[in-house]
Every structure is written in C-alpha cells, then in structure tokens.
C-alpha cells in the first residue's frame, strides 16, 4: 500500500511541484489550500507525513503544526515544514511548533524527497531525532539501550545534564534563538568527543531538551564526559555578559539567578 502523504499550501504551482516529486516517488498525495482544511485532511485520511506552508489563510503553519502535535491521534505523524521564510527565527518557530523538519523554498525536490523517505524510515522503526541537534531522540535511546542488553553487550550509559531554571533564565534574557546555539555547539563538541574516544563502539542522543546521552564501553565515556566537560565549560562562557559572568549569576530585580551549568554521571 502507498505511504499518504498530505500537502499544505495556498500557492497552486508549489501544490503542483510536490505533489509530482512525491507521485514519482510512489507516494498518494493529498492536497490542502488552507490550515483549516489541512487539519481537516489530517484528522479524516491519517496521513503517514505532513508537509506545511507557514503562510496560509484561515490558519498558518505553526498554527496547523501545533494543533496536530497536540492532537493525541496525529502526534506521531511527522511534520516537514516547507516556506520561504528563511529567518532563524522563523525556523526556531517551526520546532517551537513540534515541526520535525523544516525546508526552504526554493526547494531542491531531490532534499525533500530524501527528508521525507528519512523521516518515514525512522517512524517506522520507531527511531528519530531532536530536530535541531539531528541527534537519536528518546525513543532511538532505550532502543539501542535494549539492544545492546539483548546482544548481552558490557556498556555504560554517560548523562550529561542542563538544569532547568538556568535554562529558563537563559532564555528569558538571551533568547530562544542563543539557546538553541548553544545546544547545538554542546551537540559538537559530544560528536567530537564521541569520535575521538569512542568511534563506532559509542551511541550519542539527545533525551528531551536538557539531556545529552552517549553509551559505550565504561572506559571510554570517561574519557568523553573529562574532555567534553572541559569543552562544555568553555563554551558556557562564550554565551554571557561579561557582567553575568564576573558576578556568577544572572540579576533580574532583586533575585539572583544560577548561570548555566551542567553535572554529568556515568553508569
């Protein structure tokens, strides 16, 4: 049976483009000029894939998007969102909304067509990633954490933890924007580390928001956790005042709020 996939955008000529690069790629294509009937479509056909606009009448994208991630029987499907705006703030606001993915018009219909094919692979087996880190998510975690206890592997499994007031008081005073900068340097230098001490014999993840995993023989996330710590820290300090870092606290009123920080266990 063909995967359905349901297109959402006002503008008939992009209706067009998609729907023959999906036909060529044998999947039924149902099509939506508006967020309203893009709901519509989603709740009565169940589509495998979603792919939005952002500027649409009755209802924009992240509108759509987030009413559909909330929905409890359309929350796993996964969501591509396709616009022309092209802003980081535009594409911090499609994984805001819940959007797995987000593309830029003028498209390439070879790229949609590979985001598409990727992400209904990993619905299928149940795997994904953080769609900002492109790091295995929860679900892709606690499979490769069964596997390996399956093959009767020896591992241990690294946690590297953000708290969440300093978080939240990052990003009320920097930005979600700085936040999400941050994250993704953190996610490097792990892939780095990862590569370096552990290479093919090491898993790294990204649980939640705050959460980084990495799992492996026990030898060798130590050596990761010592010299991704040491990274970590430095990188912390590229993204304060010069104000908030020579006090140790962020000052809002009269409150003082902790700085970024992170604690990290192995077991």
Known sequence: MKKKVLVADDN??????????????????????DGEEALDQAKREGPDLIILDIMMPKKNGFEVCRELKQSQECREIPIIILSAKVQKEDKFWGRDAGADDYITKPFDPLELGKVVTQLLKLKESGRGYHPLTKLPNHPSIEMEIKRRKEAKEDFSIFQMRFPEEA????????????????????????????????????????????????IGPAEALEKIGMAAGEEVSKAISLFYSKEDLARGY?????????????????S
């Open 250 to 266: 962020v000052l809002r009123g009269q409150e003082k709020h902790p700085l970024l920080s992170f604690s990290y266990n192995i």
């Open 12 to 33: 008939p000529y992009v209706l067009e483009l998609v729907s023959m690069t999906l036909e060529t790629l044998d999947f039924e294509v149902i099509l939506a000029m």
């Open 167 to 214: 978080i939240l008081i990052f990003q009320q005073k920097y930005g979600g924007l700085k936040w999400e900068e941050f994250l993704v340097m953190t996610a490097n230098i792990l892939r780095e580390q990862v590569e370096r001490w552990g290479g093919r014999s090491c898993f790294l993840g990204h649980r939640g928001e705050s959460t980084f995993v990495a």
